[in-house]
T-cell receptor, first 114, second 114 residues
Framework: DTAVSQTPKYLVTQMGNDKSIKCEQN?????MYWYKQDSKKFLKIMFS???????INETVPNRFSPKSPDKAHLNLHINSLELGDSAVYFC?????????????FGSGTRLTVV | GENVEQHPSTLSVQEGDSAVIKCTYS??????FPWYKQELGKRPQLIID?????GEKKDQRIAVTLNKTAKHFSLHITETQPEDSAVYFC?????????????FGSGTQLTVLP
């Protein structure tokens, strides 16, 4: 029944490792997003896909690579993890391209790099 | 660049009092302004939104006002209750290339004291 689901919920890993976070939505929305929330709670957009097409790609290190196999899924792969990557990563989805409708967020993935 | 400023960063009120959070935005083309509530350890959830063709919207104890000329909008919570304690985020739409996206304010930690 969960509208936007992310896995895993918690991820603890060592510096230099590669990890992935998966996101799926069952709302029939066209657009999906990745946001990063830092320790000060600031929400910053990283990527957005509309019907599998990358439409927003903010200034993010190229160690971060999103992939959308279909419009219901958006995954995030992170190479060579660094301490500064520690944050909560939220997936979200919206109808259309999101500028007239609110986002539905997933429950977040707390990434800790040690 | 695109910017949403939110004030105050922290707000404490007595139970039953009103709380007001204010945001300003920089893009005069912004036309959608949602507000999100994030409880500790949980996802941001949409609580109310307003589009640029109206100046005020109310839903029970919460209301949002929009002044497009001054480029600011506010969240008003009346008769506050302890369960209103959370971080509140405002957001506004901005152009990003051919897409539009939501940019979030920095958040307001609201504490309702019993």
């Amino acid at each position: 029944d969960t509208a936007v689901s992310q896995t895993p919920k918690y991820l603890v890993t060592q510096m230099g490792n590669d990890k992935s976070i998966k996101c799926e939505q069952n709302l029939g929305h066209d657009t999906m997003y990745w946001y990063k929330q830092d320790s000060k709670k600031f929400l910053k957009i990283m990527f957005s896909y509309n019907n599998k097409e990358l439409i927003i790609n903010e200034t993010v290190p190229n160690r971060f690579s999103p992939k959308s196999p279909d419009k219901a899924h958006l995954n995030l792969h992170i190479n060579s993890l660094e301490l500064g990557d520690s944050a909560v990563y939220f997936c979200a989805s919206s109808q259309g391209r999101g500028y007239y409708y609110g986002y539905t967020f997933g429950s977040g993935t707390r990434l800790t790099v040690v | 660049g695109e910017n949403v400023e939110q004030h105050p960063s922290t707000l404490s009120v007595q139970e039953g009092d009103s709380a007001v959070i204010k945001c300003t935005y920089s893009d005069s083309a912004s036309n959608y302004f949602p507000w999100y509530k994030q409880e500790l350890g949980k996802r941001p959830q949409l609580i109310i939104d307003i589009r640029s063709n109206v100046g005020e919207k109310k839903d029970q104890r919460i209301a949002v006002t929009l002044n497009k000329t001054a480029k600011h909008f506010s969240l008003h919570i009346t008769e506050t209750q302890p369960e209103d304690s959370a971080v509140y985020f405002c957001a506004a739409t901005f152009s990003s290339g051919s897409a539009r996206q939501l940019t979030f304010g920095s958040g307001t930690q609201l504490t309702v004291l019993p």
